[in-house]
């Protein structure tokens, strides 16, 4: 018995059911199953006027899952890829400046926990920051506070 094959819908509200998706990244996982005359524009289309595509939830859920391990460069710049508009960018980025110092200051207690010892050590722990996305700011401050914040 050959497989059923799957509409582009429903494809869609499968991936949409796991998680929430941008517009651009489920264009590309369903264009590989586009078939002639199917339209995954305007299927689109119609999932964002079913609320059940929305660039807003995407944004706020991709920032969720990721403002506890990386700084705001990489969540800015992974958006950027999914496609968000800078609009709706500006916002997201006023809202992870409020508390990147003291998420900087957790991903370094998490993967050092201890100052360091001399200044080869502090660049190290300062480039696993900058590698993780956090501003040279929200480095610097979480940095001078290490000491401070286990007395």
Do not use: C
């Not at 429903?10 to 199917?38: I, P, V, W």
């Amino acid at each position: 018995m050959p497989p059923l094959k799957i509409s582009l819908k429903a494809r869609a509200l499968r991936y949409l059911s796991a998680r929430e998706h941008s517009r651009l990244e489920l264009t590309r996982k369903l264009s590989r199953y586009a078939q002639e005359g199917d339209d995954v524009e305007a299927l689109l289309d119609a999932l964002e006027a079913a609320k059940l595509l929305s660039q807003t939830r995407f944004s706020e859920s991709l920032v969720h899952r990721r403002a506890a391990r990386f700084g705001n460069n990489r969540i800015l710049s992974e958006l950027q890829s999914h496609g968000i508009d800078r609009d709706a960018m500006t916002g997201i980025k006023a809202d992870l400046a409020q508390d990147e110092i003291a998420r900087a200051r957790e991903v370094w207690r998490k993967k050092f926990g201890h100052p360091p010892i001399d200044a080869a050590e502090r660049a190290k722990q300062m480039r696993f920051l900058q590698q993780r996305g956090f501003s040279h700011n929200a480095i610097q401050a979480a940095m001078r506070n290490i000491g401070n914040a286990d007395e």
